[in-house]
């Protein structure tokens, strides 16, 4: 079954208004969340890294300050989509890995369309 | 140049068939590597999970990596139109929670009845 929850797997909504995303770890505590972006037919583009309790890590070209992240609890962390515009139309996936040295489990994605 | 290459396909096959995959990688301090499945709309599924160099079996699915040649390879015996899905390689250079993935652009697979 899934080990990583992602909520909502679909978003509709005007440009300007700000989305959250939530990334949720089932039945085991994550302290580090992953968020990926992928436009259709490409790969996942890593965004940036969560950490409970601290700062997120955002990769290079991310805007952190248009992709807020927050990891507040270790089974909880959400990414929030400021001021969303047709340009950050795209899926949106987490991970998790449930322990240290094992490889990571994806939520089944968030696909955000801005009109 | 991309540090993880993978055809994208399609890649089109009768049932029953063997499914053959590879990815190519230029980062030679990629350790582990994993074999993920992704279904439209869907998020990757883990399919296999492999460390250094060697083969690994499980059910119909096995993996080898040939670190030497930088080169990794998926197969899927006794293909069924439910393994139509894009495959996607994975590498990392650690296993801690840390780890960032690698992925290559994922070969999309049609099992045709």
């Not at chain 1, 080990?3 to 949720?24: D, F, Y």
């Not at chain 1, 490409?42 to 940036?48: E, G, N, P, V, Y």
């Not at chain 2, 096959?13 to 590879?22: T, Y």
């Not at chain 2, 990815?23 to 883990?46: D, H, I, V």
Request: charged share 20%.
């Amino acid at each position: 079954g899934a080990v990583v929850s992602q909520h909502p797997s679909r978003v509709i909504c005007k440009s300007g208004t700000s989305v959250k995303i939530e990334c949720r770890s089932l039945d085991f505590q994550a302290t580090t969340m992953f968020w990926y972006r992928q436009f259709p037919k490409k790969s996942l583009m890593l965004m940036a890294t969560s950490n409970e309790g601290s700062k997120a890590t955002y990769e290079q070209g991310v805007e952190k300050d248009k992709f807020l992240i927050n990891h507040a609890s270790l089974t909880l962390s959400t990414l929030t989509v400021t001021s969303a515009h047709p340009e950050d139309s795209s899926f949106y996936i987490c991970s998790a890995s449930i322990s240290t040295g094992k490889p990571q489990h994806f939520g089944d994605g968030t696909r955000l369309s801005i009109l | 140049q991309k540090e993880v290459e993978q055809d994208p396909g399609p890649l089109s096959v009768p049932e029953g068939a063997i499914v053959s995959l590879n990815c190519t990688y230029s980062n030679s301090a990629f350790q582990y590597f994993m074999w993920y499945r992704q279904y439209s709309r869907k998020g990757p599924e883990l399919l296999m999970y492999t460390y250094s160099s060697g083969n690994k079996e499980d059910g119909r699915f096995t993996a080898q990596v040939d670190k030497s040649s930088k080169y990794i390879s998926l197969f899927i015996r006794d293909s069924q139109p439910s393994d139509s899905a894009t495959y996607l390689c994975a590498m990392s250079e650690r296993t801690d929670s840390w780890g960032k993935l690698q992925f290559g652009a994922g070969t999309q697979v049609v099992v045709t009845p």
